[in-house]
């Protein structure tokens, strides 16, 4: 099992990024996939998961309204669509399969910063 995130950057606060997360090595359509960050000195912080078929999504508050996670099963790929970005937003976001707390694996992440 292989997740592989891109698209993090340096952004102002107000602007908006697009991350990926190719996965390889088993059937990405049968799972459950998510997205968390984890700030400098915090623990992990869930922010959104996303069904199989890609029809049931939700969020943590902090990100309700300005982010949308999406999957494309054709191409094996996780998305997360940032709009809006907000200081506190800087994280590491990593992709990892499941969902509601229990992952079994995720990737090296990619690194957000949003800053003036």
């Known amino acids: 099992v292989q997740l592989v995130e891109s698209g993090g950057g340096l952004v102002q606060p107000g602007g908006s990024l697009r991350l990926s997360c190719a996965a390889s090595?088993?059937?990405?359509?049968?799972?459950?996939m998510s997205w968390v960050r984890q700030a400098p000195g915090k623990g992990p912080e869930w922010v959104s998961h996303?069904?199989?078929?890609?029809?049931?999504?939700m969020y943590a508050d902090s990100v309700k309204g300005r982010f949308t996670i999406s999957r494309d099963n054709a191409k094996n790929t996780l998305y997360l669509q940032m709009n809006s970005l907000k200081t506190e937003d800087t994280a590491l976001y990593y992709c990892?399969?499941?969902?509601?707390?229990?992952?079994?694996?995720r990737g090296q992440g990619t690194q957000v910063t949003v800053s003036s």
């Open positions: 090595g088993f059937t990405f359509g049968n799972y459950y």
């Open positions: 990892a399969r499941g969902s509601g707390g229990s992952y079994d694996y």
């Open positions: 996303i069904n199989t078929g890609g029809i049931f999504t």
